[in-house]
């Protein structure tokens, strides 16, 4: 569990016995009592079994893959998968390889809907590159925190610079978001658009042995 999950649901409770002792009727709690077990079932934070592999990818994120995509950028050919965060997934976000946060960006931007495209570039986002190291050395992969319409905090509890070990617990994003991961254009994807993941525990791509090395 989160423990966001405990701050709102001890609050709601804190209403709800409030109410039925101001009211003298116990039907006013039952919406502030309903609502904190959806926070605390929301905020729920399952085990995982990480993969054990050389250069496998995993998904940083629980939720539907929408897309994937080859792109160009500045460092040349890559492969985007985006994956969408819906109210009912569990939204605590892991680390995709195992390394170093060699760069962290927070960008202020929009609430669009995570399902839009153009909520990629111009949504409230936290981006990541991992720097492989040990059975990921040789290659980075980058990933992107996207805030959505009802998304309206982004959490992540590492720094640049830190050790991060495969499917480790990162960060939150709260509500309805969406995740992309930007892996290099060599890697041979394990996931098809309309696939359902499971952060830390799904192989999203995997590096053809001796890539990057």
Known sequence: MVR????YAFSLIAVAIALILFTGAWEWGIGPALLAAF?????RDPRRTIPIGSGLIVSPGDGL??????????EGRRQRISIFLSVFDVHVNRAPIGGVLSQVHYQKGEFLNAMNRASAERNEQNSVTVRGQGP??????TFRQIAGLLARRIVFSCREGEMVERGQRVGLIKFGSRVDVVIPGEAMLRVKVGQRVKG??????????GAGK
């Open 200 to 209: 830390g525990a799904s192989i999203l791509a995997e590096m053809p042995q």
């Open 65 to 74: 893959v929408t897309e994937t995509a080859a792109i160009d950028t500045t």
């Open 136 to 141: 990921d050395a040789g290659f980075e992969v």
């Open 39 to 43: 926070f605390l079932w929301f905020f």
């Open 4 to 7: 966001d999950g405990y701050m």
